[in-house]
């Protein structure tokens, strides 16, 4: 018989992190792209080179487009989490699709706003549309027959931590780099922000998820690394070997790399102090200690 939160003595964890993040989300997760002012970044869009301009929209398209993907991908793990019977997980993934959706709403308002139209498959490159036409539905629908232990962290690897805590967090590291530095697009960042704060609860409770699995199966922290060490070595040695930037800032590249090693070393650490924790200090871990702002 299926257990429910509402017919047990316990009910819902209030004190656990999934329901923290839960919570979070309520109160932070329900600003309006539409609220945001983009009438100075047509202005400055019309200011800035065409080297400029090409660059910016090459990040843009490849963040409109990753957005809509994990919209449509994250499906499967919200029903795997349901049948394996993660309540409060479950109750805060049910905040991801709202909020990814939002975040295609963003891009899309904001290239309607500047004047930009036209079909941008062909910007992102190769490496952009093997993680995510490929790699990413792969394992997220693998998650409709599969609610193994090893497919959750597959997931949760691929989908919070490198695409999000890795590739995602060094594209909110050149937005502000490139255009704070010149004082525009002041819309574009307040978008930017809002999403990188709803993205942090997002790789939190990936990280969080791994460290639940780990504490459970401590041979799983191999696993999950080995999984993520995949990933650098191979999508995003060719992200970095793909993309041209420059046009803002001749040394962004570098600075692009050591900030995604720096993200990536951050993650190891948070999962390698999993493998000394008890399931009960994992579950009841603060939303600082995965990092969520």
Known sequence: ?????????????????????????????????????????????????????????????????????????????????????????????????????????????????????????????????????????????????DQSPHALIDAAVTYNMFAEGVMAETGYYYFYECLKSINKMPGLLEGIGNIKRDESRHIGFGTFLIQRLISEDPSLYDYAI??????????????????????FDPTID????QFGNKQYQARVDVLARAKNRKFEEIYNLSEKEVGVE
Do not use: C
């Not at 570098?254 to 790399?257: D, M, S, V, Y």
């Open 1 to 145: 018989m299926r257990q429910l939160a509402s017919h047990s003595e316990k009910g819902i964890n209030r004190n656990s992190l999934p329901f923290k993040l839960y919570e979070k989300a309520k109160k932070f997760g329900t600003w309006d792209p539409r609220d945001i002012d983009f009438s100075q970044d047509k202005e400055d869009w019309e200011s800035l080179t065409y080297a400029q301009r090409e660059e910016l929209m090459q990040l843009i398209s490849q963040f409109y487009g990753a957005e809509e993907s994990v919209t449509i991908d994250i499906l499967p793990m919200i029903s795997a989490i349901s049948k394996v019977g993660y309540f409060e997980e479950e109750m805060y993934l049910t905040t991801f699709v709202f909020e990814e959706a939002k975040h295609a709403d963003f891009f899309s308002l904001f290239l309607e706003n500047i004047g930009v139209k036209g079909e941008l498959g062909h910007i992102p490159i190769p490496a952009w549309h093997k993680l995510f036409h490929q790699i990413l539905p792969e394992t997220m629908d693998r998650l409709n027959h």
């Open 254 to 257: 570098e600075r692009l790399t």
């Open 226 to 247: 080995e999984k993520l060490n995949h990933l650098m070595g191979t999508i995003r040695v060719e992200f970095g070997e793909q993309r041209k930037f420059g046009a």
